[in-house]
């Protein structure tokens, strides 16, 4: 059918009227980490439901492996889930709940304990065998409902906000750790999360969702440095947003005329047609702040300076702009970019930096 | 300042007699029971004679009571089991699937709570004759059944709702089926539910005079005995030492169903009963 291992084609799910997954396309390759991306109720987790089982699609079809699995029971599906809650069962110790699924296979007593023997070393549990689900920290818990996933090596692994539970520094290591764990056992991962970090970090490939519908999938730099509309570019990072309006065309880049800050100029593929009124983007850290005057410098007045440690960031009121124009500079210097409250200054960006998405 | 301290202190103390009146109402006329069933005289009247255990003696040799207290036993252990399993499936429908009109059905399956007994017993009664069903003891069970369908979903469907549903869908997914997914993670996350349920509706059978005197037929239960007996005044101490004694089992278990009710409420406690 495909080439793709997991191939999601014109999947909706609709809850009486209301569309929680809308006309979703995505195809996810074999041994890829693929992250779905979004804020809460954009429909990332009732989509990653529809991979495992749990809900049908209204519309589409899903298929794994090329096996059309979209009216498949989860017990009949090759993934495996690790629930947000991590779903340990309480009435089992942990080596019973990580053998629960090979039971049903009636393996040898001795193979059974070596795979599950196998998969506590995996998440540096051993000999937490005979420890009840309730006697186990909230990373441990996490580590088993993983083990109890993996042992019975899916064909895809999936992961419901797993970390959302842990405090920062647990979580951050685990990222690392998962994401070692995802190359050393290379199957399948996909990955529910709507900490933008945590996905750009961790994901060889993120699809961005918003009120049901995929806005874009792409990977992490491209999300980042090239988002396709104004909802990616705002939910991954801080994004700059001036109107403007393409002027002409000039080697394969195009000059807009931004109004109040003047012309500007991106390069991009599919250009818009001169007269299309279109946003400009730019990030903070791609724009440069200076205290003298320079050629195509944008002059502004600090409204806000936040100094960070190891950057600082400013808010800088421009002439014409509604929004204060958001800076962040590091602090390459220990006097730092001495500019405070109220101080005039000149903002520019090279030419690469600004990209153009369509204004809605 | 003064005053108002002692106001309060004095408050305190009426609410305190009020309470102890109340316990006192509730329970010094049971207390009579214990009592006179040691009474060495056959007239419940003070003062008291002499210590005996002899209603006791004579109460355990009496065939009849023998034999409805089997009745009782048997009818009690039916009506449970039957009930429980009703209410099991009830509350696993009505906690883990969208059932069209839950809510309606839960308030019908409610109902039995609030029509007077001697209502459902005499139009079971008037339905049985009509399809010409013989009375029996079976047929007390099934009367039973419905006044204990509200008590046993009461008790699982709280038990139910206690859990995390992913636990359930977590077992789907490592592979097991519906039916296995129940008896590995449902059912054993429910058994002090179910406990309860058994305890409760067992004694809920056991005490229930009115609908089994109605459906009984000529099997007596143990309360229809009693009743019965209550003829003969010579027979009233032997009565009082069988309510004393079934008024001791009763307590011990209630208070037992309630103990196993509150194991592991903590859904992620695991209960120690089963486990």
């Not at chain 2, 202190?9 to 029971?33: K, T």
């Amino acid at each position: 059918m495909t080439d793709a291992f997991i191939k999601i084609d014109h999947v909706s799910k609709r809850f009486g009227g209301f569309a929680a997954v809308d006309d979703a396309n995505i195809d996810i390759q074999r041994g890829e980490f693929f992250s779905l991306l979004g804020p809460s109720g954009c429909g990332k987790t009732t989509l990653l439901r529809m991979i495992a089982g749990f809900e049908y699609p209204t519309e589409g079809a899903i298929y794994i492996d090329g096996q059309d699995e979209s009216d498949v029971p989860p017990n009949k599906r090759p993934t495996n889930m690790v629930f947000q809650s991590y779903a340990i069962f309480p009435h089992l110790n942990v080596f019973d709940n990580i053998a629960y699924g090979l039971r049903r296979l009636r393996l040898p007593k001795r193979e059974m304990t070596a795979r599950v023997n196998e998969a506590l070393a995996m998440i540096k549990l051993e000999g937490y065998g005979k420890r009840r689900g309730d006697q186990l920290s909230g990373g441990q818990r996490q580590r088993v409902a993983l083990a109890r996933a993996l042992v019975n090596r899916p064909k895809v692994l999936l992961l419901d906000e797993p970390l959302g539970a842990l405090d920062k520094r647990l979580r951050e290591a685990m990222q690392i750790e998962l994401r070692q764990l995802q190359r050393n056992v290379g199957i399948t991962f996909v990955f529910v999360t709507h900490d933008q970090e945590e996905a750009l970090s961790m994901s060889d490939r993120i699809a961005v969702m918003s009120a049901g519908k995929i806005l874009q999938v792409a990977e992490p730099r491209t999300l980042y440095e090239a988002p396709n509309c104004r909802e990616v570019a705002d939910f991954i990072g801080t994004m700059n947003f001036f109107d403007a309006k393409v002027a002409s065309h000039e080697n394969g880049a195009a000059i807009l005329d931004a109004g109040p800050i003047g012309k500007v100029r991106a390069a991009g593929e599919n250009l818009p047609d001169v007269g299309t009124p279109v946003l400009v983007a730019v990030r903070p850290e791609k724009i440069t702040l200076s205290t003298t005057p320079r050629e195509g410098a944008i002059k502004g007045t600090v409204d806000a300076a936040a100094y960070l440690g190891e950057r600082s960031h400013f808010h800088v009121r421009v002439d014409g702009i509604a929004t204060p124009v958001a800076i962040a500079s590091q602090n390459v210097m220990r006097s730092g970019d001495a500019v405070s409250h109220g101080a005039t200054v000149f903002l520019s960006w090279p030419d690469d930096a600004a990209v153009i998405l369509p204004r809605e | 300042m003064m005053a108002k301290v002692r106001n309060k202190a004095g408050q305190g103390r009426g609410l305190f007699g009020y309470a102890i009146f109340y316990l006192a109402f509730l329970y010094v006329p049971v207390l009579f029971l214990p009592i006179f069933s040691f009474n060495d005289s056959a007239f419940i009247a003070f003062p008291l004679v002499g210590f005996t255990t002899k209603w006791y003696t004579e109460m355990f040799a009496d065939t009849g009571m023998q034999i409805a207290l089997w009745n009782s036993l048997k009818v009690g252990m039916f009506t449970a089991l039957i009930s429980t399993t009703l209410g099991l499936l009830a509350a696993k429908a009505l906690t883990r699937y969208q059932v069209p009109g839950s809510a309606a059905v839960l308030g019908f399956t409610s109902l039995p709570l609030f029509v007077p007994d001697i209502v459902l017993g005499i139009s079971l009664l008037i339905l049985l004759n009509s399809v010409h069903i013989p009375l029996s003891l079976w047929t007390v069970v099934v009367g039973h059944v419905l006044i204990c369908m509200p008590f046993a979903m009461a008790v699982l469907i709280s038990r139910m709702e206690g859990f995390d549903k992913s636990l359930e869908e977590a077992s789907l997914d490592l592979g097991e089926d519906g039916w296995m997914t129940f008896w590995r993670v449902t059912f054993p996350l429910a058994l002090p539910g179910v406990i309860a349920s058994l305890l409760l509706t067992f004694i809920v059978s056991f005490d229930e005079f009115l609908i089994a005197y109605f459906l009984a037929g000529t099997d007596a239960t143990l309360p229809i005995y009693i009743w019965g007996q209550l003829r003969f005044p010579y027979k009233l101490p032997g009565v009082l030492a069988l309510g004393a004694l079934i008024l001791v089992a009763s307590c011990v278990l209630v208070i037992f169903a309630e103990w196993v009710r509150s194991l592991g409420t903590d859904p992620n406690k695991a209960p120690t009963v089963g486990a």
